[in-house]
């Protein structure tokens, strides 16, 4: 994803947009895809970076300690002409650049990967709908791990925030989320909460004590938060939010102001399953004050349901087959050389 002064996020999740680009530039592009972990790591399974040929990359796979050293090995696949995937900590034939935990990671990296491939999975995300691309592994032999592929990675919609409110918390809560990676729109009935979050780039609609104007498109990727103090204007949108499939929905207020939503959602007709879905007082950490920490401990309930929802995003192809000789892919022992900028040294930790 590109920030707001039009340059890449170096460390973002999501890679292929960047890979696109480069390759509809004429530049080739490896996807480099994290296939095995053996011992901890922060991150799952795959895990993915996007490495140009040059050296130029965007993703990570570790925190920090390795990421120039795959560029490094991308640029030397891209020599060499084959994908191959490599292992790197504990057990690796790369004795100088290990893991500080102690384990192990095992990457493939596809120079094979097409832009029509990549294009198919950008466009079913940018549509909100979930999409796969194979992770070529056609070499059972290489490396010390148990994972065989060939893979597939699961690829979900990004994250979206749909949030309405009045006031401070409505606002912080836009901003974190939108840093932490969320689509996020944001819904107010008063001109100074929708200018302060327009200021920060982020779509804006107003709303009135009916509910009319939310037009909130809500989906499975969906988190939805209410932050009003004066409660009736959760009145005209809490239904039709609670016939949503939104994976989370928070409302602020205390246990006596839940009570009395409760008591006004069931007079209105709501069933119980519907009114259990609310999380309310929203947020993690019980009695958090000041609007910062108070979106913070929302934002980090909405993080927290998502990791119960989202299920594993590395599978293993149920098609797999033995490789044609041809196909095999390279298992890297030695070391090469390398764009200038793009070396593999263990001074990187």
């Not at 002064?5 to 890679?15: K, L, Q, T």
């Not at 960047?18 to 996807?31: D, P, S």
């Not at 570790?62 to 050293?69: F, K, L």
């Not at 929905?249 to 519907?274: D, P």
Request: one cysteine or more.
């Amino acid at each position: 994803m590109k920030n707001s002064e039009g340059r890449w996020e170096i460390f973002d999740d999501y890679v292929l947009d960047f890979a696109l680009e480069q390759m509809r530039n004429g530049v080739r592009t490896a996807i480099v895809t994290l296939v095995e972990v053996d011992g901890s790591s922060p991150w799952r399974p795959g895990a993915q970076m996007a490495v140009t040929e040059a050296g130029q990359w965007v993703g990570y796979l570790s925190g920090g300690c390795i990421e120039r050293a795959v560029a490094a090995e991308v640029c030397d696949a891209f020599a060499k002409g084959r994908s191959r995937r490599v292992r790197y900590g504990r057990g690796s034939p790369y004795l100088d650049i290990q893991l500080p935990c102690g384990s192990a990671i095992e990457l493939v990296m596809d120079i094979g990967v097409t832009v029509e491939e990549l294009a198919r999975v950008d466009g079913l995300l940018r549509r909100r709908k979930e999409a796969t691309l194979a992770i070529p592994d056609p070499v059972q032999t290489h490396g010390t791990g148990t994972a065989v592929g060939p893979f597939v990675r699961r690829y979900l919609p990004r994250r979206r925030l749909a949030v309405a409110g009045i006031g401070p918390v409505t606002v912080q809560l836009a901003r974190l989320a939108k840093t932490s990676g969320f689509d996020v729109l944001a819904a107010a009935p008063d001109d100074a909460t929708l200018g302060a979050i327009g200021d920060s780039g982020i779509p804006t609609l107003p709303i009135h004590l009916s509910g009319a104007g939310a037009g909130f498109e809500i989906d499975a990727r969906t988190a939805v938060v209410l932050a009003f103090h004066d409660h009736e204007w959760e009145t005209g949108l809490l239904p039709g939010i609670l016939k949503s499939n939104a994976f989370y929905i928070g409302a602020m207020g205390s246990v006596r102001t839940h009570q009395l939503r409760i008591e006004r959602l069931k007079a209105g007709g709501a069933a119980a399953q519907e009114i259990g879905r609310i999380r309310s007082p929203a947020g993690v950490l019980s009695g958090t004050k000041g609007a910062t920490d108070i979106a913070i401990s929302i934002l980090a309930e909405i993080v927290q349901e998502e990791a119960k929802a989202i299920g594993p995003t590395l599978l293993v192809d149920p098609g797999t087959r033995e490789p044609a000789p041809e196909e095999l892919m390279e298992t890297v022992t030695s070391l090469a050389d390398c764009p200038a900028g793009a070396e593999r040294r263990s001074d990187w930790h």
